[in-house]
């Protein structure tokens, strides 16, 4: 008697790509795919109804992102395999995604043996890059590093109080490190507090004068800290 079938419920919010898959896993003995899920707040639902093995996640999804609902399954269930699926291979993304608990990266366009063999190595446990990926990682640890002024700042904290330094709007930060417009705020919260100030302003002018100042074309100081923004102006 052979092992167990993996059990797979897919989260992406294309109808096509996810018809795809699930017709890509029903072709692949020991794969079987027990739900489907539009978007990160229905996933939380689909695989607490269904238990499955793994999670094919994508990152880009309406409401919640990939990343924010990576995380809260991964609070509730810890065993639980999340294969991220997606066309971001930027440091940011991926460290993103690393950091809430996915153990596989895999960037779309992947052929369907890597899909695949993703899914088998996450089952098992295993952590998986994708070649497109694994190198970008390999620099962004190896990056060197600097100290980080506000010691009492979290690295997502710091991170956002980066790119409020920058001029970015909450929505803007929200989509570019696939996080809710809630959850940035309640970080944005969380750093005037530490900083001592009353509003957002005072925040950006005390990392200022801090040496934070980045100007247009400029990464902020973090991509120097061990990985490459990849974000473009607008």
């Given at each position: 008697m052979?092992p167990?079938d993996?059990?797979v419920v897919?989260?992406d919010?294309?109808?096509v790509?996810?018809?795809?898959?699930?017709?890509?896993?029903?072709e692949?003995?020991g794969?079987?795919?027990?739900?489907?899920?539009s978007?990160?707040e229905?996933?939380?639902?689909?695989?607490h109804?269904?238990?499955?093995?793994?999670?094919v996640?994508?990152?880009h999804?309406?409401?919640?992102?990939g990343?924010e609902?990576?995380?809260?399954?991964?609070?509730?269930q810890?065993?639980l395999?999340?294969?991220v699926l997606t066309?971001f291979?930027?440091?940011t993304?991926?460290?993103a995604?690393?950091?809430?608990?996915?153990?596989?990266?895999?960037?779309?366009?992947a052929?369907h043996?890597?899909?695949?063999t993703?899914i088998?190595a996450?089952?098992?446990g295993?952590?998986l890059?994708?070649?497109a990926?694994?190198?970008r990682?390999g620099?962004?640890?190896a990056a060197?590093?600097r100290?980080?002024?506000f010691?009492d700042?979290?690295?997502?904290e710091?991170?956002?109080l980066?790119?409020?330094v920058?001029?970015?709007?909450?929505?803007r930060?929200?989509?570019?490190?696939?996080?809710?417009?809630k959850?940035?705020r309640?970080?944005?919260?969380?750093?005037?507090?530490?900083l001592?100030v009353?509003?957002?302003?005072?925040?950006v002018?005390?990392a200022?004068?801090?040496g934070?100042?980045?100007?247009p074309?400029?990464?902020?100081p973090?991509?120097q800290?061990?990985?490459t923004?990849?974000?473009?102006?607008?």
């Amino acid at each position: 008697m052979g092992p167990p079938d993996v059990r797979v419920v897919i989260c992406d919010d294309h109808s096509v790509y996810r018809r795809g898959l699930k017709d890509l896993f029903d072709e692949v003995d020991g794969i079987v795919v027990v739900g489907e899920a539009s978007d990160g707040e229905s996933a939380l639902g689909v695989v607490h109804d269904t238990v499955p093995d793994v999670v094919v996640m994508d990152l880009h999804l309406p409401g919640i992102s990939g990343v924010e609902a990576t995380s809260r399954l991964l609070t509730d269930q810890p065993d639980l395999g999340v294969l991220v699926l997606t066309m971001f291979e930027d440091d940011t993304s991926l460290l993103a995604a690393l950091r809430a608990g996915a153990r596989g990266y895999v960037v779309k366009g992947a052929d369907h043996d890597e899909i695949v063999t993703g899914i088998q190595a996450v089952a098992r446990g295993k952590v998986l890059l994708s070649r497109a990926v694994s190198t970008r990682l390999g620099a962004a640890l190896a990056a060197p590093s600097r100290p980080q002024p506000f010691a009492d700042l979290s690295n997502r904290e710091f991170e956002i109080l980066e790119l409020l330094v920058r001029g970015w709007s909450t929505d803007r930060i929200a989509a570019h490190l696939f996080l809710s417009p809630k959850t940035v705020r309640n970080n944005v919260s969380a750093v005037l507090t530490k900083l001592g100030v009353a509003s957002r302003l005072e925040a950006v002018a005390l990392a200022r004068d801090a040496g934070m100042a980045a100007g247009p074309g400029k990464a902020p100081p973090s991509s120097q800290r061990g990985r490459t923004s990849g974000e473009s102006e607008e």
